[in-house]
T-cell receptor
Framework: NAGVTQTPKFQVLKTGQSMTLQCAQDMNHNSMYWYRQDPGMGLRLIHYSVGAGITDQGEVPNGYNVSRLNKREFSLRLESAAPSQTSVYFC???????????FGPGTRLTVL | GEDVEQSLFLSVREGDSSVINCTYTDSSSTYLYWYKQEPGAGLQLLTYIFSNMDMKQDQRLTVLLNKKDKHLSLRIADTQTGDSAIYFCAESHSGGYQKVTFGTGTKLQVIP
């Protein structure tokens, strides 16, 4: 099992460009999450999903859209990237037994 | 809202014990977790404790919970250079979907 996979690993964008970060899990988990990690701020939840077609906002949703077309995949889209969105983005998935979250390796995004 | 706080940095010598501390504000937390993040990787669950427990031991790891003071600690015995990482404290509730709130992370540096 690959666990949680994310693509791409690295990305550089110019202000105003758009892109989609991809995430997939093979653990048959219902819940999936997108976080951003910034120095000294821990992880902040952007959006999450508890099932296919069901998404909700987290702590810092502005500037991001998500899509959960099926149980396996959860994508994060930046429609018009801004320098403030320079960060490391992590996707995670979980079952609800005790909420252990399984993380992907992260995408390092720089917006110039 | 929920808040989880940790000191940012801890330095110990190889072979010594490390103690990483965390305080949280939500008295109704059900699960408390310790995650480890190695450089360039996602977070990985180390251990967790139910809020009705005082202590949990798992090989070199000891978790202590003081529910009255809302204080959680992680002790690593015989710290090794491979323990160098960022350690995140986190909390969540039980029942249905409950988000996990992460602390800012403590960077542990192990000096050979």
């Amino acid at each position: 099992n690959a666990g949680v996979t994310q693509t791409p690993k690295f990305q550089v964008l110019k202000t105003g460009q758009s892109m989609t970060l991809q995430c997939a899990q093979d653990m048959n988990h219902n819940s999936m999450y997108w976080y951003r990690q910034d120095p000294g701020m821990g992880l902040r939840l952007i959006h999450y999903s508890v099932g296919a077609g069901i998404t909700d906002q987290g702590e810092v949703p502005n500037g991001y859209n998500v899509s959960r077309l099926n149980k396996r995949e959860f994508s994060l889209r930046l429609e018009s990237a801004a320098p403030s969105q320079t960060s490391v983005y992590f996707c995670a998935s979980s079952e609800m037994v005790y909420n252990e979250q399984f993380f992907g390796p992260g995408t390092r995004l720089t917006v110039l | 809202g929920e808040d989880v706080e940790q000191s940012l940095f801890l330095s110990v010598r190889e072979g010594d014990s490390s103690v990483i501390n965390c305080t949280y504000t939500d008295s109704s937390s059900t699960y408390l977790y310790w995650y480890k993040q190695e450089p360039g990787a996602g977070l990985q669950l180390l251990t967790y404790i139910f809020s009705n427990m005082d202590m949990k031991q798992d090989q070199r790891l000891t978790v202590l919970l003081n529910k009255k003071d809302k204080h959680l600690s992680l002790r690593i015995a015989d710290t090794q250079t491979g323990d160098s990482a960022i350690y995140f404290c986190a909390e969540s509730h039980s029942g249905g979907y409950q988000k996990v709130t992460f602390g800012t992370g403590t960077k542990l540096q192990v000096i050979p």
